[in-house]
């Protein structure tokens, strides 16, 4: 079994349903999970009414007059969902040439006086005006909670490949209704021919456990990092998510899943946009990941052993999970990236992390 990739391995989830190729699929997730960190995932238990639904909604998203995007702007709501403008925010120093709005699921948020700050973290989305867009709100929480309901089978799956329990990662989810709160972003790059930088967005690994990303247009531009540091081409395929493993994930598991490095190049000059929605699945914000020891059978850590060390990464973001809450690693992550939210809903945090006053552009690392 190579050690390297050189392509994103497709799986197809309607394997799942028999028992003669589940064991099969179970295979294939083990290598995408140890090897790759990431996957295409065709036959995706979502209805495709709502994806198309969905898709045919983002390019109206986004020719909302500015007005009207700026009102729900992501300055407006502690818990970092809103609209964010073009280029305002930077990766290894470099603008990130994307316009986006975040969305969650549904949830009230528990925070009160005394508590953890992280906990404000999740509550209510801002919507866009429902008689500009109508019905696009019921669109995307259909979306987003079928794709929650899919992340969870697919932590079980998750847990059959590494040799565990079904419910061994349990423990990081409080799945009675309401408890748990998951994001998305709907994401435009633009083409933008006044622009040196082809960044989209620069190299980073994603938090939380899992990330199911909808490829919405036909644009490349999804890239990986392999092993060795190559960056892989993940064009979009019809039909398909793209799942990938978050930092959360790989730091649980000592590393035997792999959160892999990913980026965003912009469209060629003279494109349509690039537009894409991902769904960010988050877990507990209380858990310390150090407080829960996994153990793997012997033939699934030489799995592991196999594969080698990896190479140096473009990618360094996320690396407290191994120390603090899952809520504030978070947290800090958000406030580094929307210093202008920290600054209006966490004036402790900002001055701690931003001792010269509100920058130009936010950054993750």
Do not use: C
């Not at 979009?236 to 190049?265: C, D, M, W, Y």
């Amino acid at each position: 079994m190579a050690t390297n990739f050189t392509s994103v391995p497709i799986l197809d989830y309607s394997q799942v349903s028999s028992p003669e190729s589940r064991s099969a699929f179970v295979k294939e997730l083990r290598y995408a999970l140890i090897n790759v960190g990431f996957l295409y995932l065709s036959n995706p238990p979502v209805a495709g009414e709502d994806i198309q639904a969905l898709i045919d909604y983002v390019p109206r998203l986004f020719a909302l007059p500015q007005e009207e995007k700026d009102k729900i702007r992501m300055a407006n709501s502690q818990h970092f969902l809103g609209y964010s403008a073009l280029g305002r925010e930077l990766t290894k120093g470099k603008t990130d040439q994307r316009e986006q709005f975040d969305f969650a699921t549904e949830h009230e948020n528990r925070w009160k006086p005394g508590d953890p700050e992280y906990l404000k973290l999740w509550g209510p989305s801002q919507w866009p005006d429902e008689t500009l867009l109508p019905g696009f709100k019921a669109t995307m929480l259909r979306y987003l909670n079928q794709v929650e309901q899919l992340s969870y089978d697919f932590i079980t799956l998750l847990s059959e490949a590494f040799g565990l329990s079904s419910d061994a990662l349990d423990v990081f989810f409080d799945k009675s209704p309401g408890a748990m709160q998951h994001r998305g972003k709907v994401v435009k790059y633009p083409a933008l021919d006044s622009v040196n930088s082809n960044q989209g967005v620069g190299p980073h690994y994603d938090a939380g456990f899992l990330t199911f990303l909808l490829q919405v247009s036909p644009h490349p531009g999804l890239q990986v990092q392999n092993l060795s540091g190559e960056w892989i081409d993940a064009p979009p395929i019809p039909g398909t998510f793209v799942v990938n493993i978050g930092k959360a994930l790989e730091t649980v598991t000592q590393g035997l899943a792999r959160a892999t490095s990913h980026r965003v190049l912009s469209p060629p000059r003279g494109s349509t946009p690039r537009y894409s929605i991902p769904f960010f699945q988050n877990i507990r914000q209380d858990i310390k990941l150090s407080d829960v020891r996994l153990e793997f059978p012997a033939d699934v850590l030489k799995l592991k052993e196999a594969r080698g060390t990896t190479g140096e990464t473009d990618s360094v973001n996320f690396s407290e999970y191994d120390r603090l809450p899952s809520g504030e690693v978070n947290l800090i992550g958000r406030i580094k990236s929307h210093p202008d939210v920290a600054q209006r809903h966490y004036p402790e945090l900002f001055k701690h992390f931003f001792p010269q006053g509100l920058p130009e552009y936010g950054s993750a690392y």
